[in-house]
């Protein structure tokens, strides 16, 4: 029977514990889910490992924006590493690249190599590399297992064909995990078309804040945004996207 991986994106304890409760197999654990996600704190961490038993891969990105990063950035995200894998996280996510829109192959030996028996994912920074294909095989050589990607688009519906082939071409020894717009509507449609088992996603819901008292015309964050929104997890769609891989794993008759 093939063996389907659902990940949810969580960035506080109450969306780590729905997307446990919905059926997530692991959690990617990180903070500031609404600009791409950036690294956790220590505290957060420790928090949601209390409150669920469920597998962590803490995502290692020190900025948003692009994955050309400084001497300091880079050091940053080294020692992020090192302090997740002394804090007992199942994995780490993280991506580098160089200017040219290559892989920085260097930069993700070391990584690899601080990780430890870690397991290691390639975030959509493969999303930005100029050659996939070639991103790929980096990948299998850096003994990299997961390549997190929306097929080089906006969205994984739009990048299919990519993962498709992404698929095949990882013949087994990475696995290429879609996100980018994934829902169980969108898991229905993808596991035919790719191949693929794997899948990642936010199952994200917006919730009003509980302040009474509101400034509405200042804004301390990102313009657009609202400072009385709140950004969590559903547990009915993780459910459900649980349930559309449940259907997919059993044999066909």
């Known amino acids: 029977m093939k063996k389907y991986i659902l990940e949810a ?12 409760g919905g059926g997530a197999d692991r959690l990617e654990l990180c903070a500031n889910l609404i600009i791409g996600g950036t ?7 420790e928090k949601v490992r209390e409150l669920t038993d469920t597998r962590i891969h803490v995502l290692i990105r020190p900025r948003y924006g692009d994955f050309l990063y400084t001497e300091h950035e880079f050091g940053i995200i080294l020692r992020s590493v090192e302090l997740y894998r002394r804090l007992g996280a199942e994995g780490v996510v ?7 829109g290559s892989l920085d192959t260097e930069r993700m030996k070391a990584l690899r190599e601080a ?10 920074a493969f999303d930005m590399c100029a050659d ?36 095949r ?13 994934v829902d169980a509507a969108v898991i229905r449609q993808m596991v035919p078309a790719t191949g693929a088992s794997s899948y990642h996603m936010s199952g994200k819901t917006v919730l009003d804040s509980g302040m009474a008292y509101r400034k509405e015309e200042v804004s301390m964050g990102v313009p657009g945004l ?23 794993s059993r044999p066909q008759t």
Do not use: W
């Open 39 to 45: 690294t956790p704190e220590q505290a957060l961490y």
């Open 132 to 167: 996939p294909y070639e991103a790929l095989e980096q990948a299998k050589g850096l003994g990299v297992q997961t390549i997190l990607t929306s097929g080089q688009k906006a969205d994984c519906t739009q990048g299919r064909e990519l993962i498709g082939h992404l698929v």
């Open 9 to 20: 994106c969580v960035d506080s304890p109450e969306s780590a514990v729905e997307a446990a």
């Open 94 to 100: 993280v991506g580098c690249l160089l200017p040219d």
């Open 169 to 181: 071409e990882s013949a087994g020894q990475v696995d290429i995990m879609a996100g980018g717009g």
């Open 226 to 248: 609202g400072e009385y929104e709140i950004f969590r997890t559903a547990r009915e769609k993780i459910r459900a996207a649980r349930q559309v891989l449940n259907e997919a």
């Open 115 to 124: 990780a430890g028996d870690m397991s290691m994912t390639l975030h959509r």
